[in-house]
Every structure is written in C-alpha cells, then in structure tokens.
C-alpha cells in the first residue's frame, strides 16, 4: 500500500493520496481545491486516481453523519 499525506499547515489541513502497488489505482482523501499536488505525485508513481473522498468539511457534517 502506498499512503502519501500532504499538510497544509496554515489551515491545519491533511489531505492523502493512497494506492495499491499491484493495481497503480489510487484515491486521493480530504483533497484540497488545488489538486495539482496530488496529479503531480500520482504520475511521478504511474498511479491512476480512480475516487475522490471528502471524509468531512469542518463546520458541514461528513457523508457518514
């Protein structure tokens, strides 16, 4: 499994971008509004980001709530 996090320290904001080594298809968790960073990483390690989750946005209750 290939887990990569990406902090915004300014909005105290962590972001990932998690994969599987055998398939390459990845999903990228909590993205923010500038996805380049998480395009950039995902072709530097040949993945393809399959989903986009949004766990929770602070002050709107999350998919599970």
């Known amino acids: 499994m290939i887990v990569d996090q990406f ?12 994969a599987d080594e055998v398939s390459r298809r990845a999903v990228v ?6 996805v380049s960073e998480y395009l950039a990483a995902a072709q530097q390690r040949g993945l393809s980001i399959e989903l986009v989750v ?3 946005t602070p ?3 999350s998919a599970t709530e």
């Open 54 to 56: 949004a766990a929770g």
């Open 7 to 18: 902090y915004l320290g300014c909005l105290s904001q962590a972001s990932y971008l998690v």
């Open 59 to 61: 002050g709107k209750p």
């Open 29 to 34: 968790v909590d993205p923010r509004r500038d």
